[in-house]
């Protein structure tokens, strides 16, 4: 076992090894990883989690996420993995690594998960762009063998059909499962019969897809099915998943129903300021993070801290951004800041001065944040 400081947190790596590897699509492969029975506890996890994997890449240590595509009752750790450039990362990864040679994996993480419901009559929706769809095909998976009432509907987006991962896989569960689960295949790049799958998930297509294919219930005359939505799930890249978290809150959703998963690197706020604060510049920041000190100046107090913190490269704790998951938690220990939205801190924390680094902005020249002791 090894232990290392990734992404502010404190992290344990494990050498697993690779069980099989297999193409899926022309720059997407999946890795399956054996668990030996000394490590089952630690590498149990929820849908929607990831693992870190630390492997070299041109005599360089490097550390990547990648999503579980397995679901929890499968026992396994299956990941979905996409070759961004021939030159990149992840090309090493699949070039160097093959099946008998081992990696180092973190233990499962992440907050792109749900409460299961098994009693619960759901409807969930999904939205994933490209390999986007890792995570929300465990969650999928969980979903249909865990929850008998719950009705899912999947909106996937890809260039073109020849991206298109699991295809064989989605179609089978929407087979086996027909009465409740649904899949809409949507290409940005390539001609579709229908016009209306042609196209970019986005706000407009939200509008269409709401009034065309979530609109009569069967199972309740008075409704729509987009009415009954109880979660929804993006996966993707930054833009999409602003355009479609927004465009969903929009449309009724609560912010607190609606998860997603960043698939890239994003710094900007998923949903915009609504409030207007007086302009501060040159916020001044003292921090604590891991037993560190840490001193720097924001440029104003426009943008949320912990974006700006990021944006700075500092190792803050974070996950969903959005003021959900608590991973950014963190104690005010002088100045003022305006916790702007909290689905996670009961009254009392905030009573005792703490925030959400990922909702917050600075309301005075000087603020001194912990992120210890929470
Ligand atoms: S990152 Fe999830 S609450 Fe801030």
């Known amino acids: 076992m090894e232990q290392q400081i990734y992404k502010g947190k404190l992290t344990q790596f494990h050498r697993l090894k690779i069980a099989k590897k297999e193409d899926l699509t022309k ?9 030996p029975e000394d490590l089952k506890e630690n590498f149990k996890f929820e849908a929607g989690q990831f693992v870190s994997v630390k492997f070299n890449a041109e005599e360089k240590e490097v550390i990547n996420d990648y999503s579980m595509t397995s679901a929890p009752y499968e026992e396994k750790i299956a990941l979905g993995i996409k070759i961004n450039s021939p030159n990149g990362v992840t090309a090493q990864l699949y070039k160097n690594y093959q ?45 249909l063998h865990n929850e ?33 689960l649904q899949i809409f295949y949507f290409y940005s790049q390539e001609k579709t019969a229908d016009q209306f799958f042609y196209g970019r998930l986005d706000a407009k297509k939200l509008n269409l897809i709401i009034n065309q294919i979530l609109h009569l219930d069967d199972t309740d005359e008075e ?6 939505v109880d979660e929804v799930l993006i996966c993707g890249k930054g833009e999409m998943i602003k355009t479609l978290a927004n465009a969903c809150y929009h449309h009724g959703i609560p912010k607190k129903n609606i998860h997603f998963e960043l698939f890239e690197e994003f710094n900007d706020d998923i949903y915009p300021v609504e409030k207007e604060f007086p302009l501060i510049e040159n916020v001044e920041v003292d921090f604590q993070l891991l037993g ?11 943008e949320k801290i912990l974006q700006q913190l990021l944006i700075q490269k500092f190792p803050v704790p974070y996950s969903c951004k959005s003021g959900i998951c608590g991973s950014c938690e ?17 009254e009392k924390e905030e009573a005792q001065g703490k925030i959400l680094a990922c909702m917050s902005i600075a309301k005075t020249k000087k603020i001194k944040l912990n992120f210890d002791f929470n």
């Open 292 to 302: 560190k000190n840490y001193q720097t100046v924001l440029s104003n107090n426009r």
């Open 27 to 35: 720059n997407t492969f999946s890795l399956e990883l054996e668990i």
């Open 330 to 346: 963190c104690t005010v220990e002088e100045g003022e800041v305006e916790l702007l939205e909290n689905e996670y801190l009961t």
């Open 223 to 228: 409704s729509t099915i987009w009415d009954a």
């Open 99 to 143: 099946a008998g040679d081992e990696l180092l994996v973190s233990e499962p993480n992440g907050r792109f998960t749900l409460v299961s419901k098994p009693s619960e009559f759901r409807t969930i929706v999904g939205f994933a762009a490209g390999i986007g769809i890792t995570p929300i095909l465990s969650h999928f998976k969980n979903i």
């Open 148 to 180: 008998p009432r719950t009705r899912l509907f999947l909106f996937l987006g890809n260039k073109r059909s020849e991206e298109l991962v699991y295809r064989d896989l989605l179609d089978n569960l929407a087979k086996q499962h027909h009465n409740r």
